[in-house]
């Protein structure tokens, strides 16, 4: 029985794989257009599975293809480099190279052959020792501009980088229009993906997990096959997989396994941290520019891309949400402090309903009092390593995971690839609320956020959702003011509208985020007060 592959490139036989035809014959079509070209990606986007894929088409129309792999090159001499790389050729081609251990050489043994069809596809370029590379390199162009004559048809580089750069900087060939993109999964090839198991295991994915999937994945490879896998590891027994299995899994991933894959998001996004916590929280649109040195990191590592405007959107949902939770700061002892001032009798009718109302109100008090402070993150020497940004919605997420610890309930981030937007669902004895946490830049924007959480609201089959502003006290705006409204926006889920309850929440600048005052309470650089 086949499974969900994790790790590595795909088994056809041992792992469910999608024939991916369209991208295949792009790759076809390169390689007999004498195409020299590359394929770029971040790790787990399927490139291995696909050149392999690639390999196994062109064998069968008369190509000889040699796959040779150079990870953790970097240390390797040159003479390890040649030894490596004359293995492959022998190893895939059959070419007899009589002892020769020169880098040009080799390729002019190569380019006397001229009564075959060979195709060398080079994995992990950017790990080869940057004291050849360029030599390399330069070979491949001089055999390129002679393919006509002889057998090496075509040559593929795969990194995990732009590799297009680094090339282009050893005037390679190879240049921007010669680039093969390998897009994530679309979502129909995840939805055929995921019948697959079904059809071999009778083992089946409810509708909403299937499209939960689809979403919170961005159809990234390796965390779709990453969320069937732990599907079924996790729930052997289930006969059909229901959306509470899908949040335990999701869960899984931000909150209790180390995923290697998301780590090294994690990792990257931390190094341009300001700007990635500007993505997370202001929803102003920011131009997307590949010139610009944070963003072109972002994208070539898998965090960002852009939109149909040309701005910039978060890759993966999932990522988004991941990146949100780890830039939190550690606030245990504000928690604690909030935990300990909640009465539940006030925060329940006599019913037993939720007032939800109360919670907000409660919120906006605490607020005002405690200021955000204590979620303002610092380094080692004070300095402020997070935006105010985060702190604001970081102190309403603590307060909120606060009260729910108290009256057991739940809940849950939506994160969407848009900028500056997440929802907080939360679910207390079975009543979920849908609640949007944003920071006021501008009034188009905060109109607009009204528009979008009433389309998610209609989505969910939900009629009422909170939308909590923070909104600096100098700021004044007749139409920014608390109401309750009817936003029509129907949907084949909800034709009668949904209800948006705007809540205010003010601060300070110069009260809550003055660096002096931060420095004089003692802060540890873990971003919170000792005494609370």
């Known amino acids: 029985m086949r499974t969900f592959n994790t790790s590595g490139p795909n088994i056809p036989t041992q792992h469910y794989t999608l024939s991916r035809q369209k991208l295949i014959a792009k790759g076809i079509n390169l390689v007999e257009n004498s195409r020299y070209f590359t394929i770029w990606a971040p790790r787990q986007t399927g490139k291995s599975t696909y050149f392999r894929l690639l390999a196994k088409e062109l064998e069968q129309q008369g190509y000889e293809v040699a796959h040779i792999n150079f990870e953790s090159f970097r240390e390797t001499s040159l003479i390890g480099f040649v030894k490596t790389l004359k293995e492959g050729l022998i190893k895939f081609l059959g070419i007899d190279f009589n002892g020769e251990m020169e880098i040009s050489r080799i390729f002019k043994t190569i380019e006397l052959i001229n009564d075959k069809k060979y195709v060398l596809i080079i994995d992990e370029v950017e790990g ?10 330069h070979s491949i162009r001089n055999a390129y501009h002679s393919r006509t004559d002889h057998a090496l048809k075509s040559v593929i580089l795969v990194g995990v980088s ?98 290697k894959n998301i780590s090294n998001i994690i990792n990257k996004g931390k190094q341009h941290r300001q700007f990635i916590e500007r993505l997370l929280f202001d929803e102003r649109s920011i131009p997307f520019e590949i010139y610009d040195e944070r963003i072109k990191f972002l994208t070539v590592n898998g965090l960002i891309t852009f939109d149909e405007n040309k701005n910039i959107i978060f890759n993966v949902p999932l990522y988004k949400k991941c990146l949100q939770v780890a830039f939190a700061p550690p606030v245990n002892g504000e928690a604690d402090y909030i935990g300990g001032r909640i009465d539940l009798d006030e925060y329940f009718t006599e019913n037993k309903q939720l007032n939800i109302d109360k919670i907000i109100r409660n919120y906006q008090i605490y607020a005002k009092k405690r200021g955000f402070r204590y979620f303002m993150e610092q380094d080692e020497n004070g300095n402020n390593i997070g935006l ?83 909104m600096d006290n100098e700021l004044q705006h007749k139409a920014v003011k608390e109401e309750v409204e009817i936003i029509d926006v129907s949907t084949p889920f909800n034709t009668s509208g949904a209800e948006i309850t705007t809540y205010l929440v003010r601060y300070d600048v110069e009260k809550d985020f003055s660096e002096d005052l931060r420095k004089s309470e003692g802060r540890t650089k873990r971003g919170y007060n000792k005494k609370s």
Request: a negative charge; proline letters at 3%.
């Open 128 to 137: 080869i020792n940057p004291e050849y590379l360029g030599t390399f390199l």
């Open 162 to 259: 732009n590799i297009t750069g680094v090339v282009q900087n050893h005037a390679s060939p190879f240049n921007t229009n010669d680039n093969l993109n390998v897009p994530y999964f679309t979502k129909d090839e995840i939805f055929e993906l995921l019948k697959m198991h079904e059809d071999e295991t009778g083992q089946l994915f409810s509708p909403e997990v299937k499209e939960k999937i689809a979403y919170i994945t961005g159809g990234q490879p390796g965390l779709v096959n990453g969320f069937g896998y732990n599907l079924v590891e996790n729930f052997p027994n289930s006969s059909l997989f229901q959306y509470e299995q899908y949040l335990e899994i999701e869960k899984n991933y931000t909150s209790l396994y180390i995923d």
């Open 388 to 470: 105010k940004e985060a702190a604001l919605v970081y102190s309403f997420e603590t307060y909120i995971q606060a009260f729910l610890q108290e009256v057991k309930g739940s809940s849950y981030l939506e994160a969407h690839v848009a900028l500056g937007r997440s929802d907080l669902i939360i679910n207390v004895q079975g009543t979920e609320f849908v609640i949007e946490a944003k920071v006021f830049k501008g009034i188009s924007s905060f109109k607009e956020g009204k528009i979008q959480l009433a389309y998610y609201l209609n989505s969910l089959g939900l009629k009422t959702g909170i939308y909590l502003v923070f």
